[in-house]
């Protein structure tokens, strides 16, 4: 199901998603969370395989189906107790003559996580990715090195830490995975949330070899991803975001020569530009073949600020104006999230040409 086709179906159930222009933005989101309250389903935001098996069914409650109102807060994560002092939900109040000798009912079981370790304290600071590795090494999952790195075992172990507590197993530690994990609410980094952009902030001064010689780390990228890449003089910002998008997300399917900047207009799915959104520009002429690719960083007035490679031959943050942008995608295996726009200082020269 693509996002027009989800969009389109919210719409035909009456819960207003906003243009079906398979851009999914704010109000999609807030469709997808009408939808899921109104089908009892977890409420997150996200169009996993539930919900579209939900939405695809001649059982989908619409949205003015009869009924009490319905609770738009995100569904909490298993193990979840409210702390004392946190709002509690209203209870309905009791009518007829009986309802002062109505004998009181002993609560419902809460449901309590495996214990296969103690629960952690919460954490002080938005929870780092060494801290997730600890983590999943404490409960008996195999991260891999406590190096901080997000890495292929780190994202196995991640995977099968969501198997086992029954959600999508995305690799990625959301706030609910990262409450899971934790036994306690807990904020995780952005870098966790958006863990492609987090690799490419981590890269931010590497830069080319001047001369003869090329830079080994970049040489690396084309290497592992099994690119034909002759040098680092050659235009590298579409090997920049296939390295970050790769290491980050390895389920995640690259365009067609990921080296081709415009290519990048055919990777993931359409979105509005966000924190972490891959940015695609044009280069020389809108109608032209050439262009540029990078990360969102933050806005100006006039320009968005762009992560990216082969920005002055480095890997940096830089301004380009709003009017050479093409579009901006969002990986598919990564689940939509809504990370914002960042507003950004309108300092540093504005790159004209990224070659």
């Known amino acids: 199901m693509s996002t027009r086709d989800l969009q389109r179906r919210l719409a035909e159930l009456g819960y207003e998603p906003g243009p079906v222009d398979g851009i999914h ?201 099994g690119l034909w890449y002759p040098d680092d003089e050659t235009p590298w910002c579409g090997l920049f975001a296939a390295h970050c998008v790769a290491a980050a997300l390895p389920d995640e399917p690259l365009p067609d020569n990921p080296l081709g900047a415009r290519n990048w207009m055919k990777f993931g799915v359409p979105c509005e530009p966000q924190r972490g959104a891959v940015l695609v520009f044009w280069r020389g002429s809108r109608d032209g073949w050439q262009g540029h690719v990078g990360f969102y960083g933050g806005e100006d007035s006039r320009c968005y600020h762009v992560i990216g490679g082969n920005q002055s031959n480095k890997v940096c943050s830089t301004r380009l104006t709003r009017n050479r942008l093409l579009g901006a995608r969002w990986p598919h295996s990564a689940g939509f999230v809504l990370t914002g726009r960042r507003q950004a200082g309108e300092t540093g020269e504005i790159s004209e040409n990224e070659a």
Not at 56 to 64: E, G, K, M, Q, T
Not at 81 to 91: I, K, L, V
Not at 212 to 224: E, G, L, T, Y
């Open 25 to 225: 933005g704010q109000k999609t989101v807030e469709a997808i969370r009408r939808f899921q309250a109104q089908n009892e389903l977890p409420v997150d935001g996200v169009a996993g395989p539930l919900t579209r098996a939900a939405l695809l069914s001649d059982d989908a409650i619409p949205a003015d189906a009869p009924g009490p109102p319905v609770d738009l807060r995100p569904t909490p994560p298993p193990g979840w107790r409210p702390e004392e002092g946190e709002p509690q939900p209203e209870a309905a109040p009791e009518t007829g003559e009986d309802a002062d000798a109505a004998p009181e009912q002993e609560p419902a079981p809460q449901p309590q996580l495996a214990p296969t370790a103690p629960v952690a304290p919460p954490p002080a600071e938005p929870v780092s990715m060494k801290a997730i590795q600890e983590r999943l090494s404490v409960l008996g999952y195999d991260p891999g090195p406590i190096d901080g790195v997000r890495g292929r075992l780190t994202i196995a172990a991640l995977k099968q830490f969501q198997t086992d507590r029954g959600v999508t197993a995305d690799g990625m530690c959301g706030p609910a995975t990262a409450e899971m994990l934790f036994a306690s609410p807990c904020a995780p980094e952005e870098a966790q949330i958006i863990p492609w952009f987090g690799e490419a902030s981590r890269l931010l001064g590497v830069c080319e070899t001047p001369g003869a010689r090329h830079n080994p780390v970049i040489m690396d990228w084309a290497q592992r991803l």
